[in-house]
């Protein structure tokens, strides 16, 4: 019972009732108008054309515009004001502004060392313009000297950080989706609250969509009152923000300056494999790295927290200077991804690796939801020889996104791609490596959601420690995993024929 009246009484349940109550006063406000109801029909359907006539002129996706004007076809009435409200991205003034002042000072604190992307050209020029492209649309810069680790699993991860938080001397930043009370956020917490005390500068950013089922009303400010300074991205209110689409999807940890991880590993027990929600085994993925790339993950964070308050600072006080080089490390290239902007950079980051990949790319990816660019650089890769893999869960979190991943099954099955689901359980990790050299490890599913909406982080790797770890984990999954066959999806018809295809026409809203 305890459990009914948490759910029925969250956040989310309020809101969602708040915004039919003000759709219910719209429509009796418009019966009242009844005298009037040529002009109101004509004016919504004024605004309805000229809805869908912005969606076909601006320079989006096919796709995102179709999934559109579907709907707003189904509704004529009341389609375009759906658009205003739901669709259509408004940037707040305020924050563009904090964004445009922040965008300055992460391009005057990253710069890219131009010896070490001359050394990368003479190794490979194909990777150094994969650098080049990064630092140009992200302005991350490649390094080398950077030590890396990769994690198959969350236990080991949280492990390893746990270590590293008690190390922590100057500050912790930690940047989370989901956080959630439980074994492994209360352990995390209870390093986080002792070294505060210890006058340690402790900062924390969650998302508050991300863990409004999991955490206490008001928990940020109840952080602060403990040490932790601390805040709720984009916060959750009963009236709709119009930017509550584009969610903080990052999983950030810089300690120090010197040690840093991302992946996709959020903090809440079922990431540790504490709790089985879906199957026996939970799968992830995560890396840590050590040394001059770790600035890239400092300046990151850096950037959302003064974004979020609307505050600037000096970044470089927050600079450690590590010794020189060591060889053989490889390069690493920590990024970011932001909807704010007219640059798919998540998505075109693996493209350029499916694209330049000679003789094999792995992925791992919980939602095979994605654009008809994406299936068609699979599809050619498959077709020009190159062994191309995918994983995703045996087990669902989400049934319907779990169909439209299983709906694209066929079609890339048929073109030559071989597809896995992973048999234990749920498989939450987003990688991608190709031909032993190059790797992604970080937040960005491949999905509408990560393409286009939230705020993600990469770290692009060549040559490095942990591309070497992460090959060994992808060949061990496979030999868990079930291959997936033309015989199975015509077992499965209905779901990969009839119902994904139907809601491929609303997938980039999902």
């Known amino acids: 019972m305890r459990k009914f009246l948490q759910r029925v009484l969250n956040r989310v349940v309020i809101t969602a009732l708040l915004v039919l109550l003000q759709v219910g006063l719209f429509l009796v406000t418009l019966l009242q108008w009844g005298n009037y109801y040529l002009w109101v029909a004509f004016v919504l359907r004024f605004i309805t054309f000229w809805a869908v006539v912005y969606i076909i002129w ?12 579907i709907p707003i076809l189904i509704f004529p009435l009341f389609g375009g004001v759906m658009y205003l409200f739901f669709g259509h991205v408004v940037v707040p003034r305020k924050l563009r502004d904090s964004m445009e002042r922040t965008d300055k000072l992460v391009k005057k604190s990253l710069v890219q060392e131009e010896d070490v992307l ?29 030590d890396s680790i990769y994690f198959p699993d969350g236990l080991p991860y949280w492990e390893s950080l746990l270590e590293d938080l008690e190390k922590a001397e100057r ?20 390093i ?28 940020d400010r109840s952080l602060e009152k403990r040490g932790i300074k601390c805040v709720a991205f984009n916060r959750l209110v009963p009236f709709m923000s119009l930017v509550l689409n584009n969610r903080d999807h990052r999983k950030i940890v810089v300690i120090d300056g010197k040690a840093a991880y991302t992946g996709g590993i959020n903090m809440a027990d079922e990431y540790i494999n504490y709790k089985h ?18 600035w890239n993950f400092t300046v990151m964070f850096l950037q959302m927290w003064n974004m979020s308050r609307y505050t ?42 499916i694209g330049y990949a000679k003789r094999y790319v792995y992925i791992y990816t919980p ?36 169909w439209l991943t299983q709906s694209n099954y066929q079609n890339l099955i048929e073109a030559g791609v071989r597809i896995y689901q992973y048999t234990p359980g749920f498989l939450h990790a987003k990688c991608v490596l190709s031909d032993d050299e190059t790797a992604v490890i970080g937040t960005i599913n491949f999905d509408y959601r990560s393409f286009y909406h939230h705020f993600e982080c990469g770290v692009f790797l060549y040559r490095a420690k942990a591309v070497e770890e992460l090959k060994k984990d992808m060949e061990e999954t496979f030999t868990v995993s079930e291959e997936i066959t033309l015989a199975w999806c015509k077992e499965e018809f209905v779901k990969t024929n009839i119902i994904g295809p139907l809601l491929k026409l609303l997938s980039p809203l999902m």
């Open 367 to 402: 939602y095979l939801v994605t654009d008809n660019e994406m299936v068609t650089a699979l599809k050619l890769a498959a077709k020009r020889g190159v062994d191309v893999r995918i994983v995703t869960p045996g087990v669902p979190d989400k049934k319907f996104v779990y």
């Open 277 to 294: 929600p879906y199957g026996e085994r939970w799968k992830d993925a995560g890396i840590r790295i050590e040394g001059k790339a770790v």
């Open 171 to 190: 500050f912790i930043f930690l940047e989370y989706f989901i956080l959630g009370e439980g074994e492994m956020w209360n352990a995390v917490l209870a």
């Open 58 to 69: 601006r320079p989006n996706n096919p796709a995102v515009k179709l999934a559109w004007v």
């Open 192 to 219: 986080l609250e002792r070294k505060a005390k210890e006058g340690v500068e402790v900062r924390l950013i969650y998302d508050d969509v991300g863990s409004v089922f999991l955490l206490p009303k008001n928990y």
């Open 312 to 353: 600037e600072e000096d970044y470089t006080r927050y600079y450690h200077a590590f010794p020189e080089k060591t060889p053989g490390m490889g390069y690493v290239q920590p990024y970011r991804d932001t909807p704010f902007d007219n640059e798919i950079l998540g998505e075109n980051v693996y493209l350029n690796m």
């Open 118 to 146: 001359q050394a990368l050209r003479e190794k490979d020029q194909t990777v150094a313009n994969q650098n080049s492209y990064i630092y140009d649309y992200a302005a991350t810069p490649v390094w080398d000297g950077t």
